[in-house]
């Protein structure tokens, strides 16, 4: 039967040649979640069959999650066969989080990009990985075949409500709030508008945390009367 979920929550394409294709490519701050199961969460294609590849491509502070039931959460690359002869080479990967994806693969990297900055990104422990059409491997063996990702970490966020929807990030999260790193000059904002970072250190996902809120005021109280009298001049 024909694969039949959620297919890519963000994907693009490749071109006709090094004109007609896209170049320069920046996906911050979204959030993309599935109930149903994504094929892919982020899916990167760019390149095309001509001539070299000129651009960047930075994908930063995005928050994925929802159970991946083909590929992975993020793939940079043809999964499905038939690679361009001139892959995009320069991407920028960072403060992205990849949750939920239930014992699958976090990336897919298809081939080994001559200027991939990749690092302070948040992956499923229970995931794998592929580096240069590999096979599935540990986070361990997947920073030393890469040579990326030095300042990342396997864990779970600790998100408000994930089961009704609210991914920000919770008080006291220990995974990706304050772990992340500046992403300027590609965003200084979060999903919602708000200002990148709070404190010092920024958070790794689409949310900024924010804090609680102080509480409110206590209402007012009547104030005491004392009485008073003026004297005028003679």
Known sequence: AAWQFGDAGLSVDSGLNNTATVHDVTITN???SSTQGWEVCIWILAGNDVA???GTVVIAGNTCHGTINRYACLVIGNVEGGEELFPQQTYVIKDNICSG?????NVNMQGAPSA???DYNVF?????YIWNSGTATTFTNWKIQSGKDANSATCAPSYVSGGTGN????TGDMCAQDTGTGLAPYTSVDIDGTARPQNSLWDIGAFEFVGTPPPPPPPATAGKRFPFRVKGGA
Do not use: I, K, P
Not at 101 to 105: E, F, L, T
């Open 30 to 32: 979204n959030f993309l």
């Open 52 to 54: 070299t590849q000129s």
């Open 101 to 105: 994806v239930c014992a699958n693969v």
């Open 116 to 118: 991939l900055t990749m």
């Open 124 to 128: 499923d422990a229970s995931g794998t």
């Open 167 to 170: 991914f920000r990030l919770l």
